[in-house]
């Protein structure tokens, strides 16, 4: 069974079915065969060719599932990534760095104003998931009645705001009581002309209803693939089908809704994430953002490894296989230092269309590869807006 040398690996070979792959290690070791040397039926039918023209890796990768990639093994999905098998063509990538956190590299510096985040319960927090406790909370601006939610808006208007993060910490349902600042919203909209970005949790018909109707612009929610993650992590007495039901009062409600996946929460392994893709692909999303579970210091898991980088570039390719036109975000919660400059390069690599807080070394792995590139101050989940924009631009 022929195979390639090196650290590189033979395509078709990952494709046969179990019980015809070689071990890892005989996999390496393997000589490449000569140029006549006879290929099985499977190999025949599922080689890729390497001589193809600069598409040929969009090619090969729509003849992979989903879960196929899923069963990989790290060595081999790096080797893919590394081939170029899920880059994007044409090579364009944005960069965003919304004001609720610094950011500042020799290529770009973040606003202090442009997009805050406010929440509109204050610090409190019900669920305290374990990854979270509520400490992302103490970042955003409080505001906790409509009057308060309209009278920062304007001060942040004032001081050069172009839009917010109206999020808040979670009821005993799993729900954020967003319902009760609707009308106020809807001021927000009409009066400043802010674009407004909310975090819903879990959503009723009403409440997604609401907002549509008082002008929210985009609506995120994470998606948990795992009952056994909602219970333990988030300390959420829900299931499963009430993520699914809350993306389908999202897409009924029609409003742009951007759903989040968030990769090792569940102690920092995989765990439910490729289900949570498979329920979003049964709806029409604006955009995917996936994110990461990081530790946060004084949580329950703070001394919980994240996942590693090419768990999120799995999760990743699974999404784009999924949903090849939805348009493709690497968000901001993820890990820091040397994680996030591997993690945002095989991100690039696997072919998202945007990256939140890029590492350095992301910017210029762009700029060397010859990537179209923007930067925006704007919330990522912003990139279906951008990503026609730019489309349009150029017809």
């Known amino acids: 069974m022929p195979v390639m040398t090196g650290t590189k690996y033979s395509r078709s070979i990952l494709m046969l079915p179990r019980e015809h792959r070689l071990s890892q290690v005989s996999l390496l070791k393997q000589k490449a065969p000569t140029v006549n040397r006879p290929l099985s039926k499977n190999q025949k039918r599922l080689r890729v ?38 880059s994007s063509q044409p090579k364009r990538i944005h960069f965003y760095a919304p004001s609720f956190m610094y950011y500042k590299t020799r290529y770009y510096c973040s606003s202090t104003v442009d997009f805050p985040t406010i929440s509109v319960t204050g610090k409190n927090c019900t669920l305290k998931c374990g990854h979270c406790g509520g400490k992302v909370l103490e970042t955003m601006y409080p505001a906790t009645t409509p009057d308060q939610l309209l009278e920062l808006c304007r001060r942040l208007k004032q001081e050069g705001a172009s839009g917010c993060l109206i999020s808040g910490g979670c009821l005993p349902d799993g729900s954020i009581p967003l319902g009760h600042f609707a009308d106020a919203i809807g001021r927000i909209k009409s009066e400043l002309g802010l674009t407004v970005v909310v975090h819903t949790g879990l959503i009723d018909s009403g409440t997604a209803r609401s907002l549509a109707q008082n002008g929210v612009d985009t609506a995120l929610i994470d998606v948990m693939g795992s009952d056994e993650t909602i219970s333990e992590i988030c300390n959420l007495n829900a299931r499963v089908e009430d993520y699914a039901r809350s993306l389908e009062v999202l897409n009924e409600a029609h409003i742009s809704f951007v759903p989040h996946v968030i990769t090792g929460l569940h102690y920092g392994k995989l765990k439910g994430e490729r289900y949570a893709l498979e329920m979003i692909s049964k709806f029409k999303p604006s955009a995917l953002v996936v994110i990461a579970f990081m530790p946060i210091r004084g949580t329950t898991m703070e001394g919980i490894r ?26 901001c919660m993820r890990p820091k230092g040397k994680h996030r400059e591997e993690t945002d390069v095989l991100a690039m690599k696997c072919g998202v269309d945007a990256i939140a807080f890029p590492a350095e070394e992301a910017v210029a792995f762009a700029r060397e590869g010859g990537y179209g590139i923007t930067f925006s101050s704007q919330c990522c989940c912003q990139t279906y807006v951008d990503v026609r924009d730019w489309g349009n631009n150029e017809r």
Not at 55 to 79: F, H, I, K, Q, Y
Not at 307 to 327: E, F
């Open 306 to 331: 994240p996942p590693k980088p090419v768990d999120i570039a799995k999760v990743i390719v699974a999404a784009r296989l999924m949903m090849p036109g939805i348009p493709l975000v690497l968000g």
């Open 49 to 86: 060719n390497r001589t193809r023209s600069k598409n040929s890796g969009w090619r090969a990768m729509r003849s992979l599932s989903a879960e196929t990639v899923w069963r990989m093994t790290d060595e081999n999905l790096l080797c893919a990534i590394q081939d170029g098998l899920f």
